[in-house]
């Protein structure tokens, strides 16, 4: 999957890291092959044969660079890039990772309650099993997104969320390419394949395919073909008649990842509120009904 979740936000700082070391290297006047540290026909090939992992856009990012001698900033452009995502990753992770301590938590001590035969309902264990079994489906799906041509009824709740999960790598993508002189529907068909669900990037494809066919402004094909929101086709389609897709490219990215941590932190909240109280519940039932048990004549 080409998108926010993969690799790892260590993997991403290594990347970035490595980058930027060959980046000052070139700034310092040393040459190419010595500044990467491998011989190889192209810049590329030169630093996957030191080891580092270059999705597509990076390979045509830093081809781009190299014929126009720019490869310094696209390098450091890069960087940026993957540290971006990585930090994105742990926005993830920060929000999410408490709610899901306290549902696993709530879920083992009502295991142990039951097992134990220490009284008490089923009704709190099926509860949280409930929860557990959601939020796996969830994850599962999310993992297979690249696959998903339609998002599920009970997703509707996080449409936002999820198409800017999918729209921050094809913004990201084309403005990096764009930046590095990749002519638009060239950069366009590129970057759709970063988008990491199967509806968004299928939607940027037929954006493409219009663009291709009618050869109007990438905003108009963008709006037509529903592919990201309003909000963001309109700032693109306005920035490109004015002549500074660029900029509009980059405040669009800005924009969209200011979003998403937000929604994300609503998200998280939201359904972490319900774990903490669906929690508080399953062990209150289960206290109530210990007691319960050990009155006269029950």
């Given at each position: 999957?080409?998108?926010?979740?993969?690799?790892?936000?260590?993997?991403?700082?290594?990347?970035?890291?490595?980058?930027?070391?060959?980046?000052?290297?070139?700034?310092?006047?040393?040459?190419?092959?010595?500044?990467?540290?491998?011989?190889?026909?192209?810049?590329?090939?030169?630093?996957?044969?030191?080891?580092?992992?270059?999705?597509?856009?990076?390979?045509?990012?830093?081809?781009?660079?190299?014929?126009?001698?720019?490869?310094?900033?696209?390098?450091?452009?890069?960087?940026?890039?993957?540290?971006?995502?990585?930090?994105?990753?742990?926005?993830?992770?920060?929000?999410?990772?408490?709610?899901?301590?306290?549902?696993?938590?709530?879920?083992?001590?009502?295991?142990?309650?039951?097992?134990?035969?220490?009284?008490?309902?089923?009704?709190?264990?099926?509860?949280?099993?409930?929860?557990?079994?959601?939020?796996?489906?969830?994850?599962?799906?999310?993992?297979?997104?690249?696959?998903?041509?339609?998002?599920?009824?009970?997703?509707?709740?996080?449409?936002?969320?999820?198409?800017?999960?999918?729209?921050?790598?094809?913004?990201?993508?084309?403005?990096?390419?764009?930046?590095?002189?990749?002519?638009?529907?060239?950069?366009?068909?590129?970057?759709?394949?970063?988008?990491?669900?199967g509806v968004t990037r299928a939607a940027l494809l037929d954006a493409g395919q219009r663009l291709e066919r009618t050869?109007?402004?990438?905003?108009?094909?963008?709006?037509?073909?529903?592919?990201?929101?309003?909000?963001?086709?309109?700032?693109?389609?306005?920035?490109?008649?004015?002549?500074?897709?660029?900029d509009g490219l980059r405040r669009a990215l800005e924009r969209r990842r200011q979003t998403f941590e937000r929604r994300?932190?609503?998200?998280?909240?939201?359904?972490?509120?319900?774990?903490?109280?669906?929690?508080?519940?399953?062990?209150?039932?289960?206290?109530?009904?210990?007691?319960?048990?050990?009155?006269?004549?029950?």
């Amino acid at each position: 999957m080409g998108g926010v979740i993969l690799p790892s936000p260590h993997s991403r700082e290594k990347r970035a890291i490595r980058y930027e070391d060959v980046a000052s290297a070139l700034d310092a006047g040393i040459p190419l092959e010595a500044a990467v540290g491998h011989p190889g026909p192209t810049l590329c090939e030169a630093l996957a044969a030191t080891g580092v992992a270059l999705t597509h856009v990076d390979r045509a990012v830093l081809a781009a660079a190299e014929r126009s001698g720019d490869v310094s900033r696209a390098l450091r452009d890069r960087a940026t890039h993957e540290r971006s995502i990585a930090s994105l990753q742990r926005a993830i992770v920060a929000r999410l990772a408490y709610p899901l301590f306290v549902l696993v938590c709530a879920a083992a001590l009502t295991w142990f309650l039951r097992t134990r035969s220490l009284g008490g309902s089923d009704l709190p264990w099926i509860a949280l099993l409930g929860i557990v079994v959601v939020t796996t489906g969830f994850a599962w799906m999310l993992h297979r997104a690249h696959r998903v041509v339609r998002l599920p009824t009970f997703l509707a709740p996080f449409r936002g969320v999820l198409r800017d999960y999918a729209t921050i790598p094809y913004l990201d993508a084309m403005y990096a390419q764009y930046r590095a002189g990749i002519p638009i529907l060239e950069a366009h068909s590129l970057a759709a394949t970063a988008a990491p669900i199967g509806v968004t990037r299928a939607a940027l494809l037929d954006a493409g395919q219009r663009l291709e066919r009618t050869r109007d402004t990438l905003g108009r094909a963008l709006e037509e073909s529903g592919a990201l929101d309003r909000e963001t086709s309109d700032l693109l389609a306005k920035a490109e008649l004015a002549g500074d897709l660029e900029d509009g490219l980059r405040r669009a990215l800005e924009r969209r990842r200011q979003t998403f941590e937000r929604r994300l932190t609503f998200h998280a909240r939201a359904f972490g509120g319900t774990v903490y109280s669906v929690a508080v519940f399953a062990c209150a039932w289960q206290i109530v009904s210990f007691y319960e048990n050990l009155l006269p004549g029950r």
